[in-house]
């Protein structure tokens, strides 16, 4: 009698165990991501794992004039870039960043975050991103849904801006709003055009400005996967 006694609260608790696993799992299951996370994913940021390395020119045109070009080579995996901006080349790990790289670092956060904003939504843990409302494009004026970030007034290379970002309902940003120092003005309005995939990776390679004489844009971009296993 006693071994049987046993054994049903060995069962119980077994029993107890397996109802509180499946519990969480389907808490787990219908918890809903965050609209950084699903503007990110849609964007292939759950391929972002398997990148190691990143390879893109940055340069912004103005009517017919080509503008200064910064060509990269950023591994992530490594936090090491490359930097060959005309005849000077810059080679550094980022968490080493001293007096003769900073400025190069500052050029490398600003074209990186130009580049795979998406990600930076997800990345950037610390900013502020308000609950998602139906808004104006500034550009198109098409009605899209509307979410901003704002940065810290401390740290980083450029505290306390925000951003407005627009994106339609598959969450594909469309086109944005800088506004320097979270000022109420805008400072600068672009889109996000000829979207490509770069190994699941999907970047807009054109952001125009209204009237279409002022684009920047990317290059010789490509997405390296690590083969590893």
Same mark, same amino acid.
């Given at each position: 009698?006693?071994?049987?006694?046993?054994?049903?609260?060995?069962?119980?608790?077994?029993?107890?165990?397996?109802?509180?696993?499946? *519990?969480?799992?389907?808490?787990?299951?219908?918890?809903?991501?965050?609209?950084?996370?699903?503007?990110?994913?849609?964007?292939?940021?759950?391929?972002?794992?398997?990148?190691?390395?990143?390879?893109?020119?940055?340069?912004?045109?103005?009517?017919?004039?080509?503008?200064?070009?910064?060509?990269?080579?950023?591994?992530?995996?490594?936090?090491?870039?490359?930097?060959?901006?005309?005849?000077?080349?810059?080679?550094?790990?980022?968490?080493?960043?001293?007096?003769?790289?900073?400025?190069?670092?500052?050029?490398?956060?600003?074209?990186?975050?130009?580049?795979?904003?998406?990600?930076?939504?997800?990345?950037?843990?610390?900013?502020?991103?308000?609950?998602?409302?139906?808004?104006?494009?500034?550009?198109?004026?098409? *009605?899209?849904?509307?979410?901003?970030?704002?940065?810290?007034?401390?740290?980083?290379?450029?505290?306390?801006?925000?951003?407005?970002?627009?994106?339609?309902?598959?969450?594909?940003?469309? *086109?944005?709003?800088?506004?320097?120092?979270?000022?109420?003005?805008?400072?600068?309005?672009?889109?996000?055009?000829?979207?490509?995939?770069?190994?699941?990776?999907?970047?807009?390679?054109?952001?125009?400005?209204?009237?279409?004489?002022?684009?920047?844009?990317?290059?010789?971009?490509?997405?390296?996967?690590?083969?590893?296993?």
């Amino acid at each position: 009698m006693k071994s049987l006694h046993l054994a049903l609260i060995c069962l119980l608790l077994v029993s107890s165990c397996k109802s509180d696993k499946e *519990e969480k799992t389907i808490v787990e299951a219908k918890k809903e991501l965050s609209i950084a996370k699903k503007i990110a994913n849609a964007h292939g940021f759950e391929n972002w794992k398997n990148v190691s390395e990143v390879k893109f020119t940055f340069q912004v045109d103005k009517d017919t004039i080509k503008g200064k070009r910064r060509t990269w080579t950023w591994f992530p995996k490594k936090d090491k870039v490359l930097l060959k901006d005309n005849d000077t080349t810059y080679n550094y790990i980022r968490s080493q960043v001293d007096s003769t790289t900073i400025a190069a670092d500052k050029s490398f956060i600003n074209d990186k975050f130009w580049l795979l904003i998406p990600f930076q939504l997800a990345w950037d843990t610390s900013a502020d991103i308000t609950e998602s409302k139906k808004a104006e494009a500034p550009i198109s004026k098409e *009605e899209l849904n509307m979410i901003t970030l704002t940065y810290s007034n401390e740290g980083g290379y450029t505290p306390g801006d925000a951003y407005d970002i627009y994106y339609n309902d598959n969450y594909i940003i469309k *086109e944005w709003t800088y506004r320097k120092g979270n000022s109420e003005a805008p400072s600068l309005s672009t889109t996000f055009e000829n979207i490509k995939d770069f190994n699941g990776i999907k970047i807009a390679t054109d952001h125009k400005q209204e009237g279409g004489n002022w684009n920047l844009n990317f290059t010789d971009v490509s997405i390296t996967l690590d083969t590893k296993k």
